[in-house]
C-alpha cells in the first residue's frame, strides 16, 4: 500500500486545449493517505471516472503527476502499478466457474493452491458465493456477475488501491445497502486503501472516512461526512448533499453582517466586505432552520409529509425557504417567522464560502 498524490494535475481531451471549459480535469493537488477509505463524489461528467482512470494508469494527464509513495508513475502503465480496479459493469469470464474467476488474479501471481483456497472461500463467504462457486459464470444474473467482479478486485491483499467505479450500478437496491455493508467491513479488516467512485452521496458517505467532491473538473471540497454537511465550503456541495439541500440565498454585507431582504442575519462572526465579488449569498441548511416568534416573515406554502418530519415550503418574497419540522411539532397556519441557526449560517461570494 502507499499514499496517493495528485501534483499539479490537469486532463483535456482535446490536442490543444485554450478555454477553462477544454479541460475535464482543473488543476488539482490531493493527498490520499495510505489505507484510508475515500469516495469520489459528484454528478456525471464531472470527472469522477476520468481522475481514476488517470490514477489507474488508463489515461495519462496532459499536466502533472501521480505519485505513489515516493514513486513517480505518472507514465507507468496499470499492469505496473499493482492496483485492482471493478468496473461499473460485470466484466467476467463465462466460461469460468465462480470459483476459477475468484482464483484468476491469485493464480497469475503464482499464489500457492491453499493461499488462493482460503482467499477466495474467505471472499465468497462476505459476498454471499459460496453456494455458487462450482457454477459456471455465465448462468448468473447480473447481481451476481458483479459480486464475482467485486471479489476479483478484493481477492487480491497485496495492490496499493483498490478502486470501485460505480460498482453497484446495476445491483437492486437492498443488495446496494449489504454489499456496501461489506465493503466497509472488509476495509476496516485489511486496511486496504479503497477509492469509490459514485454520483450517489447515501452510497459516498456511508461508505467513505473522506469524501472528494467533484464539479465540472473541479475540487470543490474533501472532507468528512459531517464537514460537507454541516461546513460545505461550496454552495454545490449545500445543493448536492442533502435532501432537501442547501438554501440559498442572495445577501449583502453591512457593518460586517449579512443582509437578507433588509434583515440581519447573525453568522456568529463579523463577515469582511468582499470588493469584487459578483454574487453575495448565504447558505443555512433546512434541518438549521425553524419556526420563530420574530424573524424572517413568511407565508407557507406547501407542506410535505416525510415521515420522521414534514418539509415545510415557506415563502419571503420571490424566496422560497424550506425547513425541515420534527414529526408531532405543530405547524403554523398560513403566516409565520422563522429563525436561521447562527452557527450553521454561512455566507459565500461567488460560490465559495467566506472564512
Known amino acids: 500500500m502507499s499514499e496517493i498524490s495528485l501534483r499539479e494535475l490537469r486532463h483535456s481531451y482535446l490536442e490543444t486545449p485554450q478555454a477553462d471549459a477544454d479541460w475535464a480535469l482543473k488543476k488539482m493537488s490531493v493527498d490520499w493517505s495510505e489505507g484510508g477509505a475515500y469516495a469520489l463524489l459528484g454528478p456525471s461528467g464531472c470527472g469522477k471516472t476520468t481522475l481514476l482512470n488517470i490514477i489507474s494508469g488508463l489515461l495519462t494527464p496532459t499536466e502533472g503527476e501521480v505519485w505513489f509513495g515516493d514513486k513517480n508513475v505518472t507514465n507507468m502503465p496499470p499492469d505496473q502499478r499493482n492496483i485492482a480496479q471493478v468496473f461499473q459493469f ?53 447481481d451476481g456477475k458483479q459480486k464475482i467482479s467485486l471479489g476479483r478486485g478484493l481477492v487480491r491483499s497485496d495492490v496499493n488501491v483498490i478502486m470501485f467505479d460505480e460498482p453497484l450500478t446495476v445491483i437492486d437496491p437492498h443488495l446496494k445497502w449489504v454489499l456496501r455493508s461489506k465493503l466497509k467491513e472488509l476495509h476496516q479488516r485489511i486496511g486496504t486503501t479503497m477509492i469509490y467512485v459514485t454520483h450517489d452521496q447515501t452510497e459516498a458517505l456511508t461508505f467513505a472516512d473522506q469524501v472528494v ?102 415563502r419571503h418574497g420571490e424566496h422560497v425557504i424550506k425547513l425541515l419540522v420534527p414529526e408531532g411539532d405543530s405547524l403554523p397556519a398560513e403566516s409565520a417567522h422563522i429563525h436561521f441557526d447562527p452557527g450553521h449560517t454561512q455566507v459565500y461570494a461567488d460560490g465559495w464560502m467566506v472564512n
Do not use: W
Open 90 to 142: 460485470p466484466v467476467v469470464y463465462d466460461t469460468m466457474t465462480v470459483y476459477e474467476n475468484l482464483c484468476f488474479p491469485l493464480r497469475n501471481r503464482g499464489i500457492p493452491a491453499a493461499e488462493v483456497d482460503r482467499k477466495v472461500r474467505e471472499i465468497a463467504a462476505m459476498l454471499d458465493l459460496d453456494e455458487m462457486l462450482p457454477r459456471r459464470a455465465s448462468g448468473l444474473t447480473a
Open 213 to 314: 467532491v467533484m464539479h465540472e473538473g473541479t475540487v470543490v471540497q474533501i472532507g468528512t461526512p459531517v464537514d460537507l454537511f454541516e461546513r460545505p465550503r461550496h454552495t454545490f456541495v449545500g445543493h448536492f448533499i442533502g435532501s432537501p439541500g442547501m438554501n440559498v440565498l442572495p445577501c449583502e454585507i453591512e457593518n460586517g453582517t449579512p443582509l437578507f431582504a433588509g434583515q440581519p442575519i447573525p453568522v456568529g462572526h463579523a463577515i469582511a466586505h468582499r470588493d469584487g465579488a459578483e454574487r453575495l449569498e448565504i447558505g443555512v441548511r433546512p434541518e438549521f432552520i425553524s419556526f420563530a416568534a420574530e424573524g424572517i416573515p413568511v407565508e407557507i406554502v406547501k407542506v410535505s409529509d416525510a415521515g420522521r418530519y414534514s418539509i415545510v415550503d415557506a
